[in-house]
């Protein structure tokens, strides 16, 4: 999807470096509890995280400290921070937020965009086609936010691509990038962009982009529950 790259890694591998701030600790937790790596209802140990990151427990404090205040985990007294309830419905509701603010940007840069920003764009979707080829992970996570990027920057709608960026927080990047089917259907709905971008159709723009939001919710969805995160709670007896 379109989120900055940071620090999104399987549980337990350490980070290259010691992040000054909370943010990389914030990023890597919101990743695992997004794709399903961490569960609501688990307990994260600041010592444990503090460990597998190779950092101090102060910014792994402060990290869940800001998740707290975005209603990722919930602080219990005298046992500690546990990952808040994440709802089908949640997940759609952030995948539609994004979509919607998204689709508006995309559909604005049609307005505004020049010969330069396609081959730009082009260039950036030839690199993709060939990361997906040779399943190189990170190289498809950074190129693809730097596509969704430039196209947000032509909209000149700083408030907006503000809030996008904050809601894109919670995309699990990492996932969709190793997902070869989510891969290849990406670089279809980037073509389309594309086009849409070159006729100037802001109206395709708009829904080529919510789609690939909407794809993403589906996803999402489809993988959490095949984890069991939402299994039908047992009858109570008797």
């Given at each position: ?49 503090a ?11 402060e ?23 994440l ?112 006729n ?26 095949k984890?069991?995160?939402?299994r ?7």
């Amino acid at each position: 999807m379109t989120r900055p790259a940071g620090a999104r890694r399987a549980r337990g591998t350490p980070l290259p470096r010691a992040p000054q701030l909370a943010d990389e600790v914030a990023a890597h937790l919101r990743d695992l509890i997004m794709s399903g790596q961490i569960w609501p209802g688990e307990y994260i140990r600041l010592d444990d995280v503090a460990r597998e990151l190779g950092v101090s427990v102060t910014p792994v404090r402060e990290a869940l400290v800001r998740l707290r205040s975005e209603d990722m985990v919930e602080l219990e007294p005298r046992r500690g921070y546990v990952v808040s309830p994440l709802s089908q419905q949640d997940v759609r509701d952030l995948f539609s937020l994004q979509g919607d603010i998204a689709g508006e940007l995309a559909a604005r840069a049609t307005a505004v965009i020049e010969p330069q920003h396609l081959t730009q764009l082009r260039d950036i979707q030839e690199a993709v086609r060939d990361a997906v080829r040779t399943e190189a992970v990170d190289k498809i996570e950074k190129l693809e936010f730097e596509f969704h990027r430039i196209i947000n920057r032509l909209a000149q709608a700083r408030k907006l691509s503000w809030f996008l960026h904050t809601a894109n927080r919670y995309t699990p990047a990492r996932f969709y990038s190793a997902d070869q089917a989510w891969c290849s259907d990406m670089l279809g709905r980037h073509d389309a962009l594309l086009t849409a971008l070159e006729n100037r159709d802001a109206d395709e723009a708009r829904a080529v982009t919510v789609r690939h939001f909407t794809d993403g919710a589906d996803r999402l969805i489809a993988h959490l529950a095949k984890l069991g995160m939402w299994r039908p709670a047992a009858p109570p007896p008797g």
